[in-house]
């Protein structure tokens, strides 16, 4: 038996391979049955043209495949560094499919991705111009894929950073533990009391209802008052000296809404989370909450009525509520007045306050204009504003601007403007006779 001419006599290998089988039909033309395999399985790989589609014929499988498949399949394999697998994905085919392709159509990662015929049958201007797209695209994978490496090696180092942060916590609280020397006893001089805390926290818009899918965070009437009252605590507790006396401008849109209908005091719908009832009462029992919060760390605390675009009407009726309750409390101090600026004289320093709404850039000269006895009396100037929450410094005319930042979520509205600020809130360390000794910074992530 002539194995040169049984390697080109297929039906008759076959034949034999049944009668003999594979290993035995090797040894009887005298060679490694490896070779008995090949060019059984090389002749049955062939391609049958269907028109639109190929009938792929592959080691006994057969499926049919369109053309444009095909040509994508070359495309992605040839002209992208897509591997085999993300080739496969792409292109929703199984892996011995792909295989079947890449042999039967013989596709090499180095064949061009058009086929000899594609070439004679198309524009040798239009494909230079897809050849140069293709190759755009494979620099543009390129680079994004370094600079996904590169993300992923700063990520890296962040990580590491942490980890030895960590190590080295340990390490100091180890010691520390284990430390059988003397520790000093050190001296904390008392300060003077001619100290003055201002607690500022405007925006709160208690009511307003924020759902975490639509704007990245949950925002209700108990996340508020929770809120609100971490504030206070937070700056309380970055105060190291003792104080006379707190101010506590209260208003400032204190409240999301201000009618019935749920509108702010221009009419303007908002997403509330209560009946208006139930948010007066919140507001309510939020102020007074504070304030007693308030007198355990200083003599007087001082009510400043602050009214909002938000909240007009309703933080006046809070207000006027709170000097009811107060009325025979000598450490509470309430301003209800409805005139819309108000001014403090702290020693040397003349702060006013107001939502910021209204004014414009008539805010930059009004404080002179308004009071002139206390301008003539005080070295330091500043006016305090809420109303755009954000973070906003500017000095103009001898006074300092602050706009300070909403302790609130955003709303959608907010949200779908585009605006980023962070929340957060401020306090404002006064010395009677230095200025402003300290700002304290709450910024809520």
Same mark, same amino acid.
Request: proline share 0%.
């Given at each position: 038996m002539d194995w040169e001419q049984l390697k080109n006599d297929i039906p008759r290998m076959r034949e034999l391979a049944d009668e003999y089988g594979i290993r035995g039909l090797a040894r009887k033309v005298g060679v490694k049955h490896p070779a008995i395999i090949y060019h059984l399985n090389k002749n049955t790989e062939k391609k049958i043209d269907n028109g639109d589609s190929w009938i792929v014929e592959y080691k006994n499988r057969e499926f049919e495949i369109s053309k444009k498949q095909i040509k994508q399949v070359r495309k992605d394999y040839c002209g992208s560094n897509l591997t085999i697998d993300e080739v496969c994905s792409k292109n929703n085919l199984p892996e011995w499919k792909f295989t079947a392709i890449k042999n039967v159509f013989n596709i090499k990662h180095s064949s061009p991705i058009w086929t000899e015929q594609? !070439?004679? $049958?198309?524009d040798p201007k239009e494909l230079a111009k897809l050849a140069t797209l293709q190759q755009q695209n494979l620099y543009f994978n390129e680079k994004q894929g370094k600079q996904l490496n590169y993300y992923k090696k700063q990520i890296q180092k962040y990580w590491d950073k942490d980890y030895y942060f960590n190590k080295?916590? $340990? /390490? &100091?609280?180890?010691f520390w533990n284990n430390y059988q020397g003397d520790i000093p006893d050190f001296e904390v001089k008392e300060v003077n009391d001619e100290f003055v805390l201002e607690i500022n926290i405007p925006d709160l818009h208690l009511a307003r209802l924020c759902w975490k899918a639509e704007v990245g965070e949950n925002y209700d009437r108990k996340k508020a008052v929770k809120r609100f009252l971490e504030i206070i605590h937070k700056i309380i507790d970055r105060v190291n000296v003792k104080i006379d006396k707190i101010i506590f401008p209260l208003g400032h849109d204190f409240t999301n809404f201000d009618n019935i209908e749920g509108e702010t005091t221009q009419g303007t719908f908002q997403d509330n989370d209560s009946r208006w009832q139930k948010m007066i009462i919140t507001a309510q029992e939020? &102020?007074?909450? /504070?304030? $007693? !919060?308030?007198?355990?760390?200083a003599d007087i605390v001082d009510v400043i009525l602050v009214q909002g675009n938000h909240d007009w009407v309703t933080s006046f009726h809070v207000v006027r509520y709170l000097k009811g309750y107060y009325r025979n409390d000598d450490r509470v101090e309430i301003d209800d007045s409805p005139m819309l600026r108000k001014y403090r004289k702290i020693g040397v320093n003349l702060i006013g306050f107001s939502h910021g709404d209204k004014e414009g850039k008539n805010i930059y000269d009004i404080m002179h204009n308004e009071v002139p006895e206390l301008w003539g009396k005080t070295k330091y100037r500043e006016f305090h504003l809420g109303h755009i929450h954000t973070r906003e410094v500017r000095e103009k005319n001898g006074v300092i601007f602050r706009w300070i930042p909403s302790a609130a979520a955003k709303s959608s509205w907010e949200y779908n403007k585009g605006f980023t600020s962070m929340a957060g809130s401020r306090g404002y360390l006064w010395h009677r006779e230095g200025g402003l000794y300290n700002t304290i910074p709450i910024d809520l992530f």
């Open positions: 594609e !070439l004679m $049958e198309n080295s916590d $340990e /390490a &100091a609280r180890e939020l &102020a007074v909450s /504070a304030i $007693e !919060l308030m007198k355990q760390h």
